[in-house]
């Protein structure tokens, strides 16, 4: 009776067995199937469409060089975090996202203006990653986002030259982990003066969203003031580059360090007045209605006669 047992238990696990080995072969099979085909369904239209060879090759080369597996764990793919409470997932996201914050004005708001920063990590903040050869933006695209270099190296081609991606007449610039990229987004229509692309073999990439920022922001009537004088700061130093002749794209930082910062603000304070006209009570501040965000270009930072000129 025993032995009886024992071979029925051995039958049970092994048809167990037996069954999840099918199954797996079963789910390869068809992944492998369906790479097939696109690749297949690829080649046709690269072929119906007489797209170069050089071209051809340079996609084929990035597609393949990027069916890898994600190199690092997104908040947005871990299910969980999603029903912690309010309170703990705004203090996750400030410490996740917020020491990568290093542009000045965010150094600023993180120590001065907390409760604005803890916002802008819950309201605006997204996490990508990104496969080598990757663009996370190009020339003339539309700006909706600052970039922070939190992982990787990616390069930066300013100019129209980047427009169908980079070239060896084209000089490019390297940034790394702590770099800030199209800060002017957040203040100003922008469109983006180059290319960047990623150079490693993936990179990780902070965005703040600047309807996200506004949104964030506009909770917070002291930090929404005081940025309202940095944004005077800006829009007086982006004037004086361009009276330069100096080349105004994605890389520039109108403060060079947090010390610079603070004593800009310091030398504005002393010669603010109050004079300065509330906003209209019938303005909504929203990403949706630039009239709010014009209104604040035009009468505190005076920028509306030279944003044009950035295009």
Not at 112 to 135: F, G, N, R, T, Y
Request: with cysteine.
């Amino acid at each position: 009776m025993f032995a009886v047992l024992i071979l029925y238990v051995g039958l049970v696990l092994f048809s167990s067995m037996l069954g999840s080995i099918t199954a797996l072969l079963n789910q390869s099979r068809k992944e492998a199937y369906s790479r097939l085909r696109q690749g297949d369904n690829l080649r046709r239209f690269l072929a119906e469409n007489k797209v170069s060879l050089q071209l051809s090759n340079q996609i084929m080369y990035f597609l393949r060089g990027n069916r890898g597996k994600t190199v690092r764990i997104l908040e947005s793919e871990v299910e969980s975090l999603k029903h912690l409470p309010m309170s703990l997932q705004l203090e996750m996201r400030y410490e996740v996202y917020g020491h990568h914050f290093t542009s000045p004005v965010f150094v600023w708001l993180r120590d001065a203006h907390q409760p604005a920063a803890i916002d802008i990590c819950s309201m605006a903040v997204s996490e990508v990653v990104l496969k080598k050869a990757a663009e996370p933006f190009n020339f003339r695209m539309r700006g909706l986002a600052v970039h922070f270099v939190a992982n990787g190296s990616l390069d930066y081609y300013p100019g129209l030259a980047s427009l169908f991606g980079s070239s060896g007449d084209v000089l490019s610039v390297r940034v790394s982990s702590g770099a800030c990229l199209a800060e002017a987004v957040l203040w100003f229509h922008w469109e983006h003066k180059g290319l960047l692309r990623v150079v490693a073999n993936s990179a990780v990439v902070i965005k703040v969203s600047a309807d996200g920022f506004r949104l964030a922001v506009q909770q917070q009537d002291s930090s929404l003031q005081d940025l309202k004088v940095y944004v005077k700061l800006v829009a007086a130093r982006l004037q004086q580059a361009l009276s330069d002749g100096e080349d105004i794209d994605d890389t520039y930082r109108p403060f060079e360090n947090i010390k610079d910062l603070m004593e800009s603000l310091a030398l504005e304070s002393d010669i603010v007045t109050d004079a300065q006209p509330d906003m209209p009570t019938d303005t909504k501040w929203t990403p949706t209605s630039p009239k709010s965000w014009s209104w604040m270009a035009s009468k505190v930072s005076k920028v509306t006669p030279f944003s044009n000129s950035l295009d």
